[in-house]
């Protein structure tokens, strides 16, 4: 069925918020989605980066809009009655002014960066919260960075116009293009007099004032290139404001002023690292002690000696280091050290005269736990299923031990 191109009142007037449109077509596809296509639109479909517009045609919410071949598109809750032929659109209008933010945005900073540093936009992405641009960089630094922001916000206070238009492809030798057009038809131009000249097929403000202030973010190396996180407009306002905010409470906790939290977050940092070097002293301490102690409690084995602890619930970290204070003073000590809790795990430890091999045991073991594991032969460490508690482990080791030595 041949419909007719939908004309694209968002390109007359991106300011526009409801119009009325006669509905050509409607088809319900494979997925269950109701579309439909009109005469004209103020919905703008997802393309050049752009998320589209949603909003409301009748009292049906619209869900996704598209472009297949100049008809736009519109997928809606549920079908329209068959005898609607007139109907009022309405766009979300925060939406649509946010998304003519971020992309006029976008345009501003890549043209800064293309002007200051010869960087070009290879990617964009408008996202619900930040954008990101990929640019045709190496590496990008403060000082940079800094530099951009501050000459993109400059185009912004001048209150320069954007201009949108299309043009032949034979006209666009007049214009000095950052980027080349991907279409030979329907070429648009977003213009910004004397600053930049780009293909774009998006909703943008009338003037730079509008797009309000750019901030940088962050950046990260990817794939050879820069991609790198700004916002625009109302997004920067609120991310600012949570910021000042987030100062504000901080301060209050530091009992400080916003001037003083750098000196008093470096102090907090230092106590914090003090407390943290004495909290290891006193757990070096401890597990001293406790060394000392299952030494004095340890089995007699002929010429070895048995060391076995069960536990409750401890990290395995603090099995092993035990296990290796006991080994390193112990030559012919023999370790084994079970933790219950959420999860079932032991340690077996073996000093260099002791003569039997660690990761050997807990092979033996582990089929009968039903766990996993391994280790080298001073060191090994498993875990059992959760329906093995650390006495039935104790008894399984005490036993495969027992194998060992005797061979």
């Given amino acids: 069925m041949l419909i007719s191109a939908t004309t694209k009142l968002y390109y007359q007037n991106p300011y526009w918020r409801e119009c009325t449109a006669t509905v050509l077509h409607q088809v319900t596809d494979e997925f269950q989605k109701n579309w439909v296509a009109f005469d004209q ?23 996704d809009v598209e472009d297949r071949e100049g008809v736009v598109w519109h997928q809606i809750e549920n079908p329209l009655h068959s005898d609607q032929k007139q109907i009022q659109m309405s766009i979300d209008w925060d939406r649509r002014f946010d998304h003519m933010q971020q992309h006029a945005g976008q345009h501003i900073l890549s043209a800064a960066f293309a002007e200051e540093y010869r960087a070009s936009t290879i990617g964009f992405h408008l996202g619900q919260e930040t954008c990101t641009i990929d640019l045709d960089i190496k590496e990008l630094t403060e000082e940079m960075a800094k530099e951009v922001e501050a000459y993109a916000n400059q185009i912004v206070f001048e209150n320069r116009d954007i201009i949108a238009r ?28 004397d600053f930049d000249y780009n293909p774009c097929g998006g909703t943008h403000p009338n003037r730079t004032g509008e797009v309000g202030p750019i901030l940088i973010l962050q950046w990260e190396k990817h794939k050879g290139h820069i991609r790198l996180e700004f916002t625009v407009g109302k997004r920067t306002v ?19 002023n916003e001037a003083g939290l750098q000196e008093a977050l470096l102090r907090l940092h230092t106590e914090q690292k003090e407390l943290a070097d004495e909290l290891l002293q006193v757990k070096e301490a401890l597990f001293s002690h406790e060394k ?12 070895r000696m048995l060391i076995t602890q069960r536990y409750e619930e401890r990290p395995l970290s603090e099995l092993q280091k035990i296990a290796q204070l006991i080994t390193g003073q112990e030559a012919n000590a023999i370790v084994l050290l079970i933790t219950g809790g959420t999860k079932q795990q032991f340690v077996c430890a ?53 194998i060992l030595l005797e061979k």
């Fill in 238 to 256: 609120e991310r600012l404001h949570d910021k000042h905010a987030l100062l504000r409470q901080v301060s209050r906790l530091l009992q400080t």
């Fill in 41 to 63: 639109t103020i919905f703008y479909p997802t393309g050049g980066g752009q998320p589209h517009d949603t909003g409301y045609i009748g009292q049906h919410k619209v869900l």
């Fill in 350 to 402: 073996c000093g260099k005269e002791a003569d039997v091999e660690m990761n050997t045991w807990v092979k033996r073991i582990l089929p009968r736990v039903e766990g996993k594991g391994g280790g080298n032969a001073l060191i090994a460490q498993g875990g059992a299923a959760s329906t093995y508690n650390p006495d039935q482990i104790h008894t399984y080791a005490r036993e495969e031990l027992q």
């Fill in 166 to 193: 299309f043009v032949h492809e034979e006209e666009l030798e007049k214009y000095p293009l950052r980027k080349k057009p991907t279409v030979e038809e329907d070429i648009r131009l977003v213009i910004i007099p």
């Fill in 292 to 303: 000392d102690m299952l030494i004095r409690q340890a089995e007699q084995l002929a010429d």
